[in-house]
């Protein structure tokens, strides 16, 4: 689907996008201002109109923006590791150890994506996008004999990304517990148990966080 953004820009336009996510991630949708984004980006208010038009275009951009690159270290992750196990646990660990403004910003996506017909559309192409990756080493662990599923392949997949963003939630409210090694620990225990993967199978070292 198309994204809502204008031309004008170039370079600049994305130095400025990072600059709104990182006012997004503190601020929250509803308090992100062009003047909270332009003391932040150094970019002028006029300059941040000619760019998105309005306050909401900008935000919206930024979000796309910002999760299509989340989409793409995913697919960076995955292609790095050829072993379904392997490649597996280092997708989770990516998704884990995000850093903070990373959480903060996909939350304000989902929920700006339940008010906004044009996000929420472009909220499931990105959960099939961010997905995809997840469900690939599942059915690859299967076709090659290296996990006995207890369980559809889409069904496992489907429940690990809801651990995954349901910690995300977790985080960003602040709640100590629970603490992300110890969550770690019990999902790839029963992420095994659900691929039928031996005890013995190697565990990559966790991905230091962003």
């Given at each position: 689907?198309?994204?809502?953004?204008?031309?004008?820009?170039?370079?600049?336009?994305d130095a400025v996008l990072d600059?709104?996510?990182?006012?997004?991630?503190?601020?929250?949708?509803?308090?992100?201002?062009?003047?909270?984004?332009?003391?932040?980006?150094?970019?002028?208010?006029?300059?941040?109109?000619?760019?998105?038009?309005?306050?909401?275009?900008?935000?919206?951009?930024?979000?796309?923006?910002?999760?299509?690159?989340?989409?793409?270290?995913?697919?960076?992750?995955?292609?790095?590791?050829?072993?379904?196990?392997?490649?597996?646990?280092?997708?989770?660990?990516?998704?884990?150890?995000?850093?903070?403004?990373?959480?903060?910003?996909l939350v304000e996506f989902w929920?700006?994506?339940?008010?906004?017909?044009?996000?929420?559309?472009?909220?499931?192409?990105?959960?099939e996008r961010y997905r995809a990756?997840?469900?690939?080493?599942?059915?690859?662990?299967?076709?090659?004999?290296?996990?006995?599923?207890?369980?559809?392949?889409?069904?496992?997949?489907?429940?690990?990304?809801?651990?995954?963003?349901?910690?995300?939630?977790?985080?960003?409210?602040?709640?100590?517990?629970?603490?992300?090694?110890?969550?770690?620990?019990?999902?790839?225990?029963?992420?095994?148990?659900?691929?039928?993967?031996?005890?013995?199978?190697?565990?990559?070292?966790?991905?230091?966080?962003?």
């Open positions: 689907m198309p994204m809502r953004k204008r031309r004008a820009g170039g370079e600049k336009r600059a709104v996510a990182g006012v997004l991630a503190t601020r929250g949708y509803e308090n992100t201002r062009f003047a909270d984004v332009s003391a932040a980006g150094g970019v002028a208010i006029s300059t941040l109109q000619t760019y998105f038009g309005s306050r909401e275009d900008m935000i919206i951009e930024a979000m796309q923006v910002f999760t299509d690159r989340e989409v793409e270290a995913l697919r960076a992750v995955s292609a790095a590791e050829a072993d379904p196990w392997r490649r597996l646990v280092a997708l989770v660990d990516r998704s884990l150890h995000n850093s903070e403004s990373t959480r903060q910003v929920r700006s994506a339940m008010r906004d017909d044009e996000l929420r559309d472009y909220s499931a192409d990105v959960r990756p997840f469900l690939a080493a599942v059915r690859e662990g299967a076709a090659r004999g290296a996990f006995t599923l207890t369980h559809d392949a889409d069904a496992v997949t489907d429940l690990l990304l809801a651990a995954l963003a349901g910690l995300i939630i977790f985080r960003v409210q602040q709640d100590p517990a629970p603490a992300a090694a110890d969550f770690r620990d019990v999902l790839l225990t029963q992420l095994r148990l659900m691929l039928g993967v031996d005890d013995s199978a190697p565990t990559p070292e966790r991905i230091e966080e962003r």
